[in-house]
Protein backbone atom coordinates (compact mmCIF):
# COMPACT_ATOMS: atom_id res chain seq x y z
CA UNK A 1 0.00 0.00 0.00
CA UNK A 2 2.42 2.66 -1.28
CA UNK A 3 -0.15 4.59 -2.31
CA UNK A 4 -1.06 8.34 -1.06
CA UNK A 5 -3.44 8.14 1.78
CA UNK A 6 -6.94 10.56 1.00
CA UNK A 7 -7.46 12.80 4.08
CA UNK A 8 -10.83 14.73 4.04
CA UNK A 9 -11.24 18.04 6.24
CA UNK A 10 -14.70 18.77 7.43
CA UNK A 11 -14.47 22.23 8.80
CA UNK A 12 -17.66 25.39 8.75
CA UNK A 13 -14.92 28.17 9.07
CA UNK A 14 -12.89 28.69 5.49
CA UNK A 15 -9.66 30.00 7.85
CA UNK A 16 -9.46 26.92 9.85
CA UNK A 17 -9.58 24.67 6.86
CA UNK A 18 -6.84 27.00 5.17
CA UNK A 19 -4.65 26.06 7.95
CA UNK A 20 -4.99 22.25 8.56
CA UNK A 21 -4.59 22.08 4.58
CA UNK A 22 -1.26 23.95 5.28
CA UNK A 23 -0.18 21.29 8.01
CA UNK A 24 -0.71 18.33 6.04
CA UNK A 25 0.93 20.08 2.92
CA UNK A 26 2.24 17.22 0.88
CA UNK A 27 1.50 14.14 3.06
CA UNK A 28 -1.61 12.93 1.25
CA UNK A 29 -5.05 13.69 -1.60
CA UNK A 30 -6.78 16.27 0.71
CA UNK A 31 -10.26 16.72 0.20
CA UNK A 32 -12.76 19.15 2.00
CA UNK A 33 -16.20 19.87 3.03
CA UNK A 34 -17.45 22.60 4.99
CA UNK A 35 -21.01 21.13 6.33
CA UNK A 36 -21.45 17.83 7.27
CA UNK A 37 -23.55 16.70 4.51
CA UNK A 38 -20.77 17.22 2.23
CA UNK A 39 -18.54 15.26 4.60
CA UNK A 40 -20.36 12.08 4.41
CA UNK A 41 -20.56 12.71 0.52
CA UNK A 42 -17.42 12.74 0.11
CA UNK A 43 -16.45 10.45 2.19
CA UNK A 44 -18.77 7.84 0.84
CA UNK A 45 -16.90 8.44 -2.47
CA UNK A 46 -13.28 8.68 -1.84
CA UNK A 47 -12.55 6.46 1.07
CA UNK A 48 -11.06 8.60 3.49
CA UNK A 49 -7.97 6.75 5.57
CA UNK A 50 -8.13 10.37 7.81
CA UNK A 51 -11.15 12.64 8.62
CA UNK A 52 -10.36 15.82 10.60
CA UNK A 53 -13.96 16.83 11.75
CA UNK A 54 -14.94 20.02 13.44
CA UNK A 55 -17.19 19.89 16.40
CA UNK A 56 -18.92 22.44 16.37
CA UNK A 57 -20.79 23.13 12.65
CA UNK A 58 -24.08 24.57 12.14
CA UNK A 59 -27.29 21.61 11.13
CA UNK A 60 -25.44 18.60 11.61
CA UNK A 61 -22.21 18.66 14.32
CA UNK A 62 -19.05 16.78 14.16
CA UNK A 63 -20.41 13.92 16.67
CA UNK A 64 -23.23 12.98 14.25
CA UNK A 65 -21.10 13.22 10.76
CA UNK A 66 -18.68 10.90 13.16
CA UNK A 67 -21.82 8.66 14.25
CA UNK A 68 -22.81 8.05 10.68
CA UNK A 69 -19.72 7.24 9.21
CA UNK A 70 -18.65 4.48 12.06
CA UNK A 71 -22.18 3.21 11.33
CA UNK A 72 -21.39 3.00 7.47
CA UNK A 73 -19.08 -0.66 7.26
CA UNK A 74 -17.39 0.63 3.96
CA UNK A 75 -16.08 3.90 5.76
CA UNK A 76 -15.70 2.31 10.03
CA UNK A 77 -12.44 2.20 8.99
CA UNK A 78 -11.35 6.26 9.04
CA UNK A 79 -9.37 7.62 12.22
CA UNK A 80 -11.66 10.84 12.78
CA UNK A 81 -9.39 13.30 14.50
CA UNK A 82 -11.88 16.10 16.18
CA UNK A 83 -10.61 19.18 16.07
CA UNK A 84 -12.09 21.54 18.81
CA UNK A 85 -11.96 24.97 20.32
CA UNK A 86 -13.43 23.33 23.77
CA UNK A 87 -11.15 22.03 26.42
CA UNK A 88 -13.47 19.80 28.56
CA UNK A 89 -13.15 16.63 29.29
CA UNK A 90 -16.40 15.43 28.86
CA UNK A 91 -16.45 16.69 24.81
CA UNK A 92 -12.86 14.33 24.90
CA UNK A 93 -15.23 11.54 26.28
CA UNK A 94 -17.94 11.33 24.14
CA UNK A 95 -15.81 11.95 20.87
CA UNK A 96 -13.76 8.91 21.94
CA UNK A 97 -17.06 6.62 22.77
CA UNK A 98 -18.15 7.58 19.28
CA UNK A 99 -15.12 5.94 18.05
CA UNK A 100 -12.77 9.46 17.27
CA UNK A 101 -9.33 8.26 17.50
CA UNK A 102 -8.28 11.59 18.29
CA UNK A 103 -8.26 14.99 19.41
CA UNK A 104 -6.97 18.23 18.08
CA UNK A 105 -7.18 21.33 19.86
CA UNK A 106 -7.94 24.70 18.27
CA UNK A 107 -5.93 26.62 18.10
CA UNK A 108 -3.97 24.11 15.95
CA UNK A 109 -0.38 23.72 16.26
CA UNK A 110 1.01 22.90 12.72
CA UNK A 111 3.51 20.53 13.72
CA UNK A 112 1.70 18.71 16.19
CA UNK A 113 -1.21 18.00 13.68
CA UNK A 114 0.87 16.54 10.81
CA UNK A 115 2.74 14.38 13.57
CA UNK A 116 -1.15 13.08 14.95
CA UNK A 117 -2.48 12.58 11.39
CA UNK A 118 0.90 10.61 10.43
CA UNK A 119 0.78 8.37 12.96
CA UNK A 120 -2.77 7.84 12.42
CA UNK A 121 -2.22 6.91 9.10
CA UNK A 122 0.64 4.33 9.92
CA UNK A 123 -1.41 2.77 12.95
CA UNK A 124 -4.72 2.37 10.37
CA UNK A 125 -2.37 0.66 7.71
CA UNK A 126 -0.13 -1.49 10.21
CA UNK A 127 -4.35 -2.66 11.53
CA UNK A 128 -5.40 -3.17 8.21
CA UNK A 129 -2.30 -4.70 6.98
CA UNK A 130 -2.72 -7.30 10.12
CA UNK A 131 -6.63 -7.57 8.95
CA UNK A 132 -6.29 -8.18 5.15
CA UNK A 133 -3.31 -9.24 4.27
CA UNK A 134 -1.47 -12.82 4.96
CA UNK A 135 1.77 -11.67 6.74
CA UNK A 136 3.57 -14.97 5.25
CA UNK A 137 3.24 -14.08 1.59
CA UNK A 138 1.99 -10.27 2.09
CA UNK A 139 -1.02 -11.30 0.01
CA UNK A 140 -4.19 -10.43 0.83
CA UNK A 141 -6.69 -12.92 2.91
CA UNK A 142 -9.74 -14.34 2.17
CA UNK A 143 -11.20 -11.31 3.73
CA UNK A 144 -9.85 -8.73 1.43
CA UNK A 145 -10.29 -11.08 -1.52
CA UNK A 146 -14.12 -11.59 -0.92
CA UNK A 147 -14.51 -7.69 -0.17
CA UNK A 148 -12.83 -7.64 -3.91
CA UNK A 149 -15.11 -9.78 -5.40
CA UNK A 150 -18.52 -8.31 -3.91
CA UNK A 151 -16.75 -4.84 -4.93
CA UNK A 152 -16.37 -6.65 -8.70
CA UNK A 153 -19.68 -7.63 -8.66
CA UNK A 154 -21.44 -4.54 -7.73
CA UNK A 155 -19.00 -2.85 -11.15
CA UNK A 156 -20.68 -5.37 -13.13
CA UNK A 157 -23.45 -3.35 -13.32
CA UNK A 158 -21.78 -0.92 -15.23
CA UNK A 159 -19.46 -2.93 -17.30
CA UNK A 160 -21.17 -6.11 -18.02
CA UNK A 161 -17.99 -9.13 -18.07
CA UNK A 162 -17.76 -12.65 -17.12
CA UNK A 163 -15.42 -12.67 -13.58
CA UNK A 164 -13.78 -16.24 -12.36
CA UNK A 165 -13.07 -16.97 -9.09
CA UNK A 166 -9.95 -19.69 -9.21
CA UNK A 167 -9.79 -21.73 -6.04
CA UNK A 168 -5.67 -23.51 -5.81
CA UNK A 169 -4.96 -26.04 -4.03
CA UNK A 170 -1.36 -27.78 -3.40
CA UNK A 171 -1.93 -31.46 -3.11
CA UNK A 172 1.25 -32.37 -1.84
CA UNK A 173 1.95 -29.76 0.16
CA UNK A 174 1.21 -31.25 3.34
CA UNK A 175 3.49 -34.16 3.39
CA UNK A 176 6.78 -31.75 2.27
CA UNK A 177 6.03 -29.97 5.06
CA UNK A 178 5.83 -32.26 7.61
CA UNK A 179 8.78 -34.40 6.15
CA UNK A 180 10.92 -31.08 5.54
CA UNK A 181 9.92 -28.25 8.12
CA UNK A 182 8.16 -25.36 8.18
CA UNK A 183 10.96 -23.49 6.96
CA UNK A 184 11.32 -25.01 3.43
CA UNK A 185 7.26 -25.02 4.06
CA UNK A 186 6.98 -21.28 4.33
CA UNK A 187 9.65 -20.67 1.55
CA UNK A 188 7.53 -22.75 -0.71
CA UNK A 189 4.31 -21.06 -0.13
CA UNK A 190 6.13 -17.81 -0.52
CA UNK A 191 7.40 -18.82 -3.90
CA UNK A 192 3.70 -20.17 -4.82
CA UNK A 193 2.48 -16.56 -3.68
CA UNK A 194 5.18 -14.89 -6.43
CA UNK A 195 4.22 -17.29 -9.05
CA UNK A 196 0.62 -16.71 -8.58
CA UNK A 197 1.11 -13.17 -8.81
CA UNK A 198 3.02 -13.68 -11.81
CA UNK A 199 0.44 -15.32 -13.52
CA UNK A 200 -1.94 -12.23 -13.02
CA UNK A 201 -2.80 -9.04 -14.75
CA UNK A 202 -3.17 -5.67 -13.26
CA UNK A 203 -6.93 -5.47 -12.30
CA UNK A 204 -6.88 -9.33 -10.73
CA UNK A 205 -5.96 -10.36 -7.53
CA UNK A 206 -4.04 -13.11 -6.16
CA UNK A 207 -4.95 -14.12 -2.23
CA UNK A 208 -3.81 -16.65 0.11
CA UNK A 209 -7.15 -18.19 1.64
CA UNK A 210 -5.33 -20.29 4.79
CA UNK A 211 -2.91 -23.29 4.88
CA UNK A 212 -2.52 -24.67 1.31
CA UNK A 213 -5.06 -22.89 -0.06
CA UNK A 214 -5.05 -19.91 -2.75
CA UNK A 215 -7.01 -18.11 -4.67
CA UNK A 216 -7.61 -15.72 -7.96
CA UNK A 217 -10.41 -13.52 -8.61
CA UNK A 218 -9.58 -12.89 -12.73
CA UNK A 219 -10.98 -9.70 -14.17
CA UNK A 220 -9.04 -9.72 -16.97
CA UNK A 221 -10.79 -12.55 -18.48
CA UNK A 222 -13.28 -11.82 -21.28
CA UNK A 223 -14.26 -15.43 -22.27
CA UNK A 224 -14.43 -18.40 -20.84
CA UNK A 225 -11.70 -19.60 -22.94
CA UNK A 226 -9.63 -17.16 -21.61
CA UNK A 227 -10.73 -18.86 -17.80
CA UNK A 228 -9.47 -22.00 -18.90
CA UNK A 229 -6.09 -20.91 -20.42
CA UNK A 230 -5.72 -18.73 -17.04
CA UNK A 231 -6.03 -22.00 -14.99
CA UNK A 232 -3.83 -23.71 -16.87
CA UNK A 233 -1.04 -20.99 -16.53
CA UNK A 234 -1.18 -21.11 -12.64
CA UNK A 235 -0.84 -24.78 -12.89
CA UNK A 236 2.11 -24.93 -14.98
CA UNK A 237 3.33 -21.85 -13.19
CA UNK A 238 3.23 -23.90 -9.57
CA UNK A 239 3.94 -27.16 -11.19
CA UNK A 240 7.34 -25.69 -12.33
CA UNK A 241 10.09 -26.97 -10.13
CA UNK A 242 10.73 -24.84 -7.07
CA UNK A 243 14.41 -24.91 -5.73
CA UNK A 244 15.28 -24.47 -2.38
CA UNK A 245 18.88 -24.66 -0.73
CA UNK A 246 19.79 -26.87 -3.76
CA UNK A 247 17.27 -29.13 -3.22
CA UNK A 248 14.13 -29.71 -5.81
CA UNK A 249 10.39 -29.46 -4.94
CA UNK A 250 7.69 -30.26 -7.64
CA UNK A 251 4.62 -28.99 -6.17
CA UNK A 252 1.03 -30.88 -7.60
CA UNK A 253 -2.03 -27.84 -8.05
CA UNK A 254 -5.54 -28.70 -8.93
CA UNK A 255 -7.86 -25.02 -9.79
CA UNK A 256 -11.50 -25.18 -9.24
CA UNK A 257 -13.38 -22.28 -11.03
CA UNK A 258 -16.76 -20.38 -10.60
CA UNK A 259 -18.22 -17.96 -13.31
CA UNK A 260 -19.99 -15.01 -12.46
CA UNK A 261 -23.21 -14.90 -14.44
CA UNK A 262 -23.11 -18.53 -15.05
CA UNK A 263 -22.70 -20.13 -11.73
CA UNK A 264 -24.16 -17.20 -9.44
CA UNK A 265 -24.10 -13.27 -8.96
CA UNK A 266 -23.42 -12.93 -5.28
CA UNK A 267 -19.52 -13.57 -4.00
CA UNK A 268 -20.83 -16.59 -1.15
CA UNK A 269 -21.89 -18.84 -3.37
CA UNK A 270 -19.47 -18.11 -6.26
CA UNK A 271 -16.91 -18.76 -3.69
CA UNK A 272 -18.45 -21.86 -2.36
CA UNK A 273 -18.88 -22.78 -6.49
CA UNK A 274 -14.98 -22.83 -6.61
CA UNK A 275 -14.59 -24.93 -3.70
CA UNK A 276 -16.78 -27.40 -5.11
CA UNK A 277 -15.18 -27.25 -8.22
CA UNK A 278 -11.79 -27.57 -6.90
CA UNK A 279 -13.11 -30.56 -5.70
CA UNK A 280 -14.33 -31.83 -9.28
CA UNK A 281 -10.61 -31.26 -10.15
CA UNK A 282 -8.96 -33.26 -7.32
CA UNK A 283 -10.79 -36.08 -8.55
CA UNK A 284 -9.78 -36.03 -11.93
CA UNK A 285 -6.09 -36.01 -11.01
CA UNK A 286 -3.30 -34.17 -10.48
CA UNK A 287 -2.61 -30.36 -12.14
CA UNK A 288 -5.93 -30.64 -13.06
CA UNK A 289 -8.40 -27.79 -13.46
CA UNK A 290 -12.53 -27.37 -13.72
CA UNK A 291 -15.41 -25.48 -14.10
CA UNK A 292 -17.97 -25.94 -11.68
CA UNK A 293 -20.65 -25.77 -14.61
CA UNK A 294 -20.41 -29.36 -16.04
CA UNK A 295 -21.61 -27.79 -19.76
CA UNK A 296 -18.89 -25.23 -19.46
CA UNK A 297 -16.56 -28.15 -18.24
CA UNK A 298 -16.44 -29.60 -21.48
CA UNK A 299 -16.87 -27.42 -24.35
CA UNK A 300 -13.95 -25.10 -22.60
CA UNK A 301 -11.93 -28.15 -21.87
CA UNK A 302 -12.17 -30.17 -25.28
CA UNK A 303 -11.38 -26.56 -27.05
CA UNK A 304 -8.15 -26.53 -24.94
CA UNK A 305 -7.59 -30.05 -25.88
CA UNK A 306 -7.89 -29.65 -28.99
CA UNK A 307 -5.35 -26.20 -29.16
CA UNK A 308 -2.71 -27.87 -27.06
CA UNK A 309 -3.20 -30.83 -29.98
CA UNK A 310 -2.72 -27.79 -32.89
CA UNK A 311 0.22 -26.63 -31.38
CA UNK A 312 1.79 -29.59 -30.68
CA UNK A 313 1.30 -30.93 -34.84
CA UNK A 314 2.72 -27.23 -35.44
CA UNK A 315 5.31 -27.90 -33.40
CA UNK A 316 5.81 -31.47 -34.89
CA UNK A 317 5.50 -30.28 -38.08
CA UNK A 318 2.43 -32.72 -38.40
CA UNK A 319 0.53 -29.82 -40.56
CA UNK A 320 0.45 -30.20 -44.10
CA UNK A 321 0.18 -27.68 -46.93
CA UNK A 322 -2.09 -28.51 -50.31
CA UNK A 323 -2.23 -27.14 -53.02
CA UNK A 324 -5.85 -26.26 -55.64
CA UNK A 325 -5.04 -24.91 -58.85
CA UNK A 326 -6.16 -21.53 -60.51
CA UNK A 327 -6.87 -22.28 -64.25
CA UNK A 328 -7.26 -20.46 -67.15
CA UNK A 329 -9.45 -22.89 -69.77
CA UNK A 330 -8.82 -20.49 -72.84
CA UNK A 331 -5.45 -20.47 -72.36
CA UNK A 332 -5.16 -23.91 -71.19
CA UNK A 333 -2.70 -23.00 -68.66
CA UNK A 334 -2.61 -23.29 -64.60
CA UNK A 335 -1.73 -19.72 -63.90
CA UNK A 336 -0.92 -20.34 -59.95
CA UNK A 337 -2.02 -21.96 -56.81
CA UNK A 338 -3.71 -21.46 -53.61
CA UNK A 339 -2.38 -22.98 -50.59
CA UNK A 340 -4.60 -24.17 -47.99
CA UNK A 341 -3.55 -25.74 -44.54
CA UNK A 342 -4.36 -29.31 -43.11
CA UNK A 343 -4.25 -30.94 -39.97
CA UNK A 344 -3.72 -34.80 -40.89
CA UNK A 345 -4.84 -36.99 -38.01
CA UNK A 346 -3.35 -40.19 -36.38
CA UNK A 347 -6.36 -42.04 -38.18
CA UNK A 348 -5.75 -41.22 -41.49
CA UNK A 349 -8.55 -38.33 -41.77
CA UNK A 350 -8.04 -34.96 -41.87
CA UNK A 351 -9.77 -31.62 -39.49
CA UNK A 352 -10.73 -29.22 -42.04
CA UNK A 353 -8.85 -25.69 -41.33
CA UNK A 354 -12.89 -24.12 -41.02
CA UNK A 355 -12.34 -25.96 -37.41
CA UNK A 356 -9.09 -25.84 -36.40
CA UNK A 357 -8.18 -21.92 -37.75
CA UNK A 358 -11.15 -19.77 -35.85
CA UNK A 359 -9.23 -21.78 -32.20
CA UNK A 360 -5.78 -21.02 -33.79
CA UNK A 361 -7.05 -17.00 -34.39
CA UNK A 362 -8.13 -16.94 -31.11
CA UNK A 363 -5.23 -18.44 -29.12
CA UNK A 364 -2.92 -16.41 -31.15
CA UNK A 365 -1.27 -19.59 -32.78
CA UNK A 366 -2.18 -18.52 -35.98
CA UNK A 367 0.64 -16.37 -36.16
CA UNK A 368 3.27 -19.28 -35.98
CA UNK A 369 1.06 -21.32 -38.14
CA UNK A 370 0.47 -18.57 -40.39
CA UNK A 371 4.16 -18.19 -40.69
CA UNK A 372 4.94 -22.20 -41.30
CA UNK A 373 2.41 -22.29 -43.85
CA UNK A 374 3.46 -19.03 -45.89
CA UNK A 375 7.44 -20.33 -45.57
CA UNK A 376 6.09 -23.57 -47.17
CA UNK A 377 4.27 -22.27 -50.28
CA UNK A 378 6.84 -20.00 -50.66
CA UNK A 379 9.01 -23.09 -50.90
CA UNK A 380 7.38 -25.10 -53.12
CA UNK A 381 6.65 -22.29 -55.66
CA UNK A 382 10.23 -21.68 -55.75
CA UNK A 383 11.06 -25.18 -56.48
CA UNK A 384 8.17 -25.48 -59.14
CA UNK A 385 9.40 -21.96 -60.75
CA UNK A 386 13.00 -24.15 -60.70
CA UNK A 387 11.02 -26.94 -63.08
CA UNK A 388 9.80 -24.54 -65.29
CA UNK A 389 6.30 -23.61 -63.61
CA UNK A 390 5.87 -19.69 -64.02
CA UNK A 391 2.96 -20.00 -61.85
CA UNK A 392 2.28 -17.89 -57.85
CA UNK A 393 1.03 -19.10 -55.12
CA UNK A 394 -1.36 -17.55 -52.84
CA UNK A 395 -1.55 -17.88 -49.50
CA UNK A 396 -4.58 -17.47 -46.74
CA UNK A 397 -4.38 -14.57 -44.32
CA UNK A 398 -6.34 -14.19 -41.41
CA UNK A 399 -7.25 -10.72 -39.12
CA UNK A 400 -4.72 -11.52 -36.33
CA UNK A 401 -1.67 -12.06 -39.09
CA UNK A 402 -2.47 -9.23 -40.75
CA UNK A 403 -2.36 -6.86 -37.69
CA UNK A 404 0.26 -8.41 -36.26
CA UNK A 405 3.38 -6.06 -35.96
CA UNK A 406 5.39 -8.61 -37.25
CA UNK A 407 3.72 -9.15 -40.22
CA UNK A 408 5.52 -7.25 -42.65
CA UNK A 409 8.69 -8.70 -41.57
CA UNK A 410 7.60 -12.32 -41.62
CA UNK A 411 6.69 -11.96 -45.14
CA UNK A 412 9.71 -10.35 -46.35
CA UNK A 413 11.91 -13.15 -44.48
CA UNK A 414 10.10 -15.92 -46.13
CA UNK A 415 10.47 -14.42 -49.59
CA UNK A 416 14.33 -13.75 -49.27
CA UNK A 417 14.53 -17.07 -47.69
CA UNK A 418 13.04 -18.89 -50.44
CA UNK A 419 13.95 -16.29 -53.36
CA UNK A 420 10.84 -15.52 -54.37
CA UNK A 421 10.38 -13.09 -57.27
CA UNK A 422 8.09 -10.48 -57.66
CA UNK A 423 4.72 -11.65 -58.71
CA UNK A 424 4.73 -14.90 -57.50
CA UNK A 425 3.50 -14.35 -53.94
CA UNK A 426 0.12 -13.33 -53.18
CA UNK A 427 -1.71 -12.69 -49.95
CA UNK A 428 -5.56 -13.95 -49.79
CA UNK A 429 -7.18 -11.16 -47.33
CA UNK A 430 -10.85 -11.07 -46.95
CA UNK A 431 -12.83 -7.86 -46.86
CA UNK A 432 -13.12 -6.90 -43.49
CA UNK A 433 -9.81 -7.03 -42.58
CA UNK A 434 -9.06 -4.46 -45.36
CA UNK A 435 -11.81 -2.60 -44.89
CA UNK A 436 -10.85 -1.39 -41.14
CA UNK A 437 -8.61 1.62 -41.02
CA UNK A 438 -8.34 2.14 -44.75
CA UNK A 439 -5.46 4.69 -44.17
CA UNK A 440 -2.74 2.33 -42.77
CA UNK A 441 -4.23 -0.68 -44.80
CA UNK A 442 -3.33 1.45 -47.49
CA UNK A 443 0.31 2.06 -46.29
CA UNK A 444 0.78 -1.35 -45.73
CA UNK A 445 -0.67 -2.55 -48.63
CA UNK A 446 1.72 -0.18 -50.57
CA UNK A 447 4.49 -1.62 -48.54
CA UNK A 448 3.74 -5.11 -49.90
CA UNK A 449 3.23 -4.51 -53.60
CA UNK A 450 7.14 -2.74 -53.45
CA UNK A 451 8.48 -6.07 -52.14
CA UNK A 452 6.49 -7.79 -54.90
CA UNK A 453 3.94 -9.34 -53.52
CA UNK A 454 0.07 -9.25 -54.98
CA UNK A 455 -2.72 -8.13 -52.90
CA UNK A 456 -5.85 -10.78 -53.70
CA UNK A 457 -9.45 -9.65 -52.03
CA UNK A 458 -11.33 -13.16 -50.95
CA UNK A 459 -14.63 -14.40 -50.54
CA UNK A 460 -15.68 -10.74 -52.22
CA UNK A 461 -19.52 -9.96 -51.63
CA UNK A 462 -20.19 -11.73 -48.32
CA UNK A 463 -18.88 -8.91 -46.24
CA UNK A 464 -18.00 -5.02 -45.92
CA UNK A 465 -18.05 -4.52 -49.97
CA UNK A 466 -18.01 -0.75 -50.20
CA UNK A 467 -16.92 1.03 -53.29
CA UNK A 468 -15.02 3.96 -51.47
CA UNK A 469 -12.32 1.50 -49.93
CA UNK A 470 -12.23 -0.80 -52.87
CA UNK A 471 -11.00 2.31 -54.85
CA UNK A 472 -8.86 3.59 -52.93
CA UNK A 473 -6.89 0.05 -51.57
CA UNK A 474 -3.95 -0.62 -54.05
CA UNK A 475 -5.39 -4.17 -54.74
CA UNK A 476 -4.61 -6.83 -57.48
CA UNK A 477 -7.09 -9.48 -57.68
CA UNK A 478 -11.08 -9.65 -56.95
CA UNK A 479 -11.91 -13.50 -55.51
CA UNK A 480 -15.51 -13.89 -56.62
CA UNK A 481 -16.95 -16.22 -53.14
CA UNK A 482 -18.19 -19.46 -53.77
CA UNK A 483 -21.52 -19.47 -52.52
CA UNK A 484 -22.33 -16.85 -55.42
CA UNK A 485 -20.63 -19.04 -58.12
CA UNK A 486 -22.55 -22.06 -56.91
CA UNK A 487 -26.03 -20.90 -57.00
CA UNK A 488 -25.81 -18.64 -60.19
CA UNK A 489 -27.04 -21.20 -62.35
CA UNK A 490 -29.97 -21.66 -60.47
CA UNK A 491 -30.75 -18.22 -59.02
CA UNK A 492 -31.27 -15.18 -60.99
CA UNK A 493 -30.01 -12.80 -58.20
CA UNK A 494 -26.65 -14.92 -57.54
CA UNK A 495 -25.46 -14.71 -61.48
CA UNK A 496 -26.60 -11.10 -61.22
CA UNK A 497 -24.05 -10.18 -58.38
CA UNK A 498 -21.34 -12.52 -60.34
CA UNK A 499 -21.82 -10.39 -63.37
CA UNK A 500 -21.78 -6.94 -61.13
CA UNK A 501 -18.30 -8.27 -59.67
CA UNK A 502 -17.31 -9.30 -62.84
CA UNK A 503 -17.83 -5.40 -64.28
CA UNK A 504 -16.73 -3.64 -61.36
CA UNK A 505 -13.37 -5.87 -61.47
CA UNK A 506 -13.57 -4.27 -64.80
CA UNK A 507 -13.80 -0.86 -64.25
CA UNK A 508 -11.21 -0.74 -61.21
CA UNK A 509 -8.54 -3.04 -63.63
CA UNK A 510 -8.29 -5.73 -61.48
CA UNK A 511 -7.96 -9.35 -61.80
CA UNK A 512 -10.85 -11.76 -61.46
CA UNK A 513 -10.81 -15.25 -60.33
CA UNK A 514 -14.25 -17.62 -59.75
CA UNK A 515 -13.71 -20.08 -56.86
CA UNK A 516 -15.89 -23.29 -56.46
CA UNK A 517 -16.33 -24.07 -59.93
CA UNK A 518 -17.37 -27.33 -59.79
CA UNK A 519 -18.68 -28.46 -63.62
CA UNK A 520 -18.46 -27.27 -66.70
CA UNK A 521 -21.56 -24.95 -66.85
CA UNK A 522 -20.17 -22.72 -64.40
CA UNK A 523 -16.89 -22.71 -65.66
CA UNK A 524 -19.15 -21.79 -69.06
CA UNK A 525 -21.49 -19.07 -67.41
CA UNK A 526 -18.50 -17.12 -65.75
CA UNK A 527 -16.16 -17.29 -69.06
CA UNK A 528 -19.30 -15.82 -71.18
CA UNK A 529 -19.93 -13.29 -68.35
CA UNK A 530 -15.67 -12.24 -68.61
CA UNK A 531 -14.14 -14.24 -65.70
CA UNK A 532 -11.29 -16.21 -66.91
CA UNK A 533 -9.51 -17.10 -64.05
CA UNK A 534 -11.36 -20.58 -62.28
CA UNK A 535 -10.65 -22.36 -59.19
CA UNK A 536 -12.74 -25.28 -58.24
CA UNK A 537 -13.11 -29.20 -57.81
CA UNK A 538 -13.77 -29.62 -61.56
CA UNK A 539 -10.31 -28.59 -62.47
CA UNK A 540 -8.55 -29.31 -59.62
CA UNK A 541 -9.22 -30.47 -55.67
CA UNK A 542 -6.46 -29.00 -53.31
CA UNK A 543 -3.55 -31.33 -53.12
CA UNK A 544 -0.41 -32.54 -51.40
CA UNK A 545 2.88 -31.26 -52.68
CA UNK A 546 3.67 -34.19 -54.50
CA UNK A 547 0.53 -34.83 -56.19
CA UNK A 548 0.54 -31.21 -57.15
CA UNK A 549 4.36 -31.36 -58.82
CA UNK A 550 2.48 -34.27 -61.06
CA UNK A 551 -0.45 -32.04 -62.36
CA UNK A 552 1.79 -29.71 -63.12
CA UNK A 553 3.74 -31.53 -64.92
CA UNK A 554 0.62 -33.67 -66.81
CA UNK A 555 -2.37 -31.23 -66.92
CA UNK A 556 -5.64 -32.44 -67.18
CA UNK A 557 -7.56 -32.31 -70.47
CA UNK A 558 -10.64 -29.63 -68.49
CA UNK A 559 -6.98 -28.03 -68.52
CA UNK A 560 -5.33 -28.35 -71.73
CA UNK A 561 -8.37 -29.11 -73.67
CA UNK A 562 -7.47 -32.18 -75.41
P1 LIG B 1 -11.05 -20.16 -48.70
O1 LIG B 1 -9.89 -19.24 -48.63
O2 LIG B 1 -12.31 -19.60 -49.27
O3 LIG B 1 -10.56 -21.43 -49.48
C1 LIG B 1 -11.33 -22.10 -50.41
C2 LIG B 1 -12.02 -23.27 -49.80
O4 LIG B 1 -12.94 -23.78 -50.72
C3 LIG B 1 -11.09 -24.41 -49.50
O5 LIG B 1 -11.59 -25.06 -48.34
C4 LIG B 1 -11.22 -25.30 -50.71
O6 LIG B 1 -10.89 -26.64 -50.47
C5 LIG B 1 -12.69 -25.14 -51.00
N1 LIG B 1 -13.00 -25.38 -52.39
C6 LIG B 1 -12.23 -25.17 -53.47
N2 LIG B 1 -12.87 -25.47 -54.60
C7 LIG B 1 -14.11 -25.90 -54.26
C8 LIG B 1 -15.25 -26.36 -54.98
O7 LIG B 1 -15.27 -26.45 -56.20
N3 LIG B 1 -16.34 -26.69 -54.28
C9 LIG B 1 -16.36 -26.62 -52.93
N4 LIG B 1 -17.48 -26.96 -52.30
N5 LIG B 1 -15.31 -26.19 -52.20
C10 LIG B 1 -14.18 -25.82 -52.86
P2 LIG B 1 -10.67 -25.47 -47.17
O8 LIG B 1 -9.34 -25.92 -47.67
O9 LIG B 1 -11.45 -26.36 -46.30
O10 LIG B 1 -10.41 -24.10 -46.45
C11 LIG B 1 -11.44 -23.45 -45.80
C12 LIG B 1 -11.03 -22.10 -45.36
O11 LIG B 1 -10.02 -22.16 -44.35
C13 LIG B 1 -10.39 -21.28 -46.47
O12 LIG B 1 -11.40 -20.72 -47.23
C14 LIG B 1 -9.60 -20.26 -45.69
O13 LIG B 1 -10.42 -19.21 -45.29
C15 LIG B 1 -9.19 -21.05 -44.48
N6 LIG B 1 -7.80 -21.48 -44.62
C16 LIG B 1 -7.29 -22.55 -45.26
N7 LIG B 1 -5.96 -22.59 -45.16
C17 LIG B 1 -5.60 -21.49 -44.45
C18 LIG B 1 -4.34 -20.95 -43.99
O14 LIG B 1 -3.26 -21.48 -44.25
N8 LIG B 1 -4.38 -19.81 -43.27
C19 LIG B 1 -5.55 -19.18 -42.99
N9 LIG B 1 -5.51 -18.07 -42.29
N10 LIG B 1 -6.73 -19.66 -43.39
C20 LIG B 1 -6.76 -20.80 -44.12
CA1 LIG C 1 -8.71 -18.18 -49.95
CA1 LIG D 1 -12.57 -17.94 -50.55
Same mark, same amino acid.
Given at each position: ?????????????????????? =???????????????? =?????????????????????????????????????????????????????????????????????????? =?????????????????????????????????????????????????????????????????????????? #??????????????????????????????????????????????????????????????????????????? %? %??????? +???????????????????????? #??????????????????????????????????????????????????????????????????????????????????????????????????????????????????? %???????????????? +????????????????? @???????????????? %??????????????????????????????????????????????? #????? +?????????????????????????????? @???????????????????????
Amino acid at each position: MLDLPIILLVDDQVSDLRVLGQ =ALEGLGDVYIATNGST =ALQLARKYRPEVILLDIEMPFMDGYSVCEQIKADPKLAHAAVIFVTSHQQTENELRGLKLGGADFLHKPINLPV =ARARVEANIKHGRAVRQLAYYDSLTNLPNRTLLMDRVSQALENTRERPARIGLLSLDLENFKPLNDAEGHAVGD #ALLQEVAKRLVGCCAAPDTAARAGGQRFMMLALSCQTLDDLGHCAQRVLDAVGAPIMIANTRYDLIGNVGISVFP %D %DSDDART +LHEHAGAALYQARQAGRGEYRFFN #ASINDSVRARHQMERDLRDALDNGRLEVFYQAKVNPRLHRVVGVEALVRWPQADGSMIPPDRFIPLAEASGLIVPLGEYVLDEACRAVSQWRAQGHAISVSVNISPAQFHHRRFE %DMIQQAMLRNDLMAGQ +LELEITEGVLAGDVDQT @CRLLERLRAQGVRISV %DDFGTGYSSLAYLKRLPLDVLKIDQSFVRQMLDHPRDAAIVETIIQL #AHALD +LQLIAEGVETPEHARLLQRLGCEVMQGFWY @CRPLPRTQMTEYLNAPPTTVTGL
